[in-house]
């Protein structure tokens, strides 16, 4: 069982900047595909980045080149540098083990 703690969101003006974390207990980490995904009220779950085990990353066109997915496997964390928010970035982001386990998640607001 790994759980997953998610920390870092708040309200921001658009524009702005958040780093999300996501903490693991998994003793495995390290070898972990590591996710985010963030649903906005009345829509679906959504894909935000993703990066493999070795470091390769993938992201999703809308948050390309204002998001950055990262990891410290030492300290079993996953993060998400957010830049140039946008109101439409407005969601609960959560975060993703191997496919199979998920955090509680956490709020991010974007509005002036």
């Known amino acids: 069982q790994v759980q997953l703690v998610e920390s870092g969101g708040g309200l921001v003006q658009p524009g702005g900047s958040l780093r999300l974390s996501c903490t693991s207990s998994?003793?495995?980490?390290?070898?972990?595909?590591m996710c985010w995904y963030r649903q906005a009220p009345g829509k679906e779950r959504e894909f935000v980045a993703t990066?493999?085990?070795?470091?390769?990353?993938r992201y999703a066109d809308s948050v390309k080149g204002r998001f950055a997915i990262s990891r410290d496997n030492a300290k079993t964390t996953l993060y998400l540098q957010m830049n140039s928010l946008e109101p439409e970035d407005t969601a609960v982001y959560s975060c993703?083990?191997?496919?199979?386990?998920w955090g509680q998640g956490t709020q991010v607001t974007v509005s002036s």
């Open positions: 990066i493999v085990h070795l470091g390769g990353t």
């Open positions: 993703n083990a191997a496919g199979e386990w």
């Open positions: 998994g003793r495995l980490f390290s070898s972990y595909t």
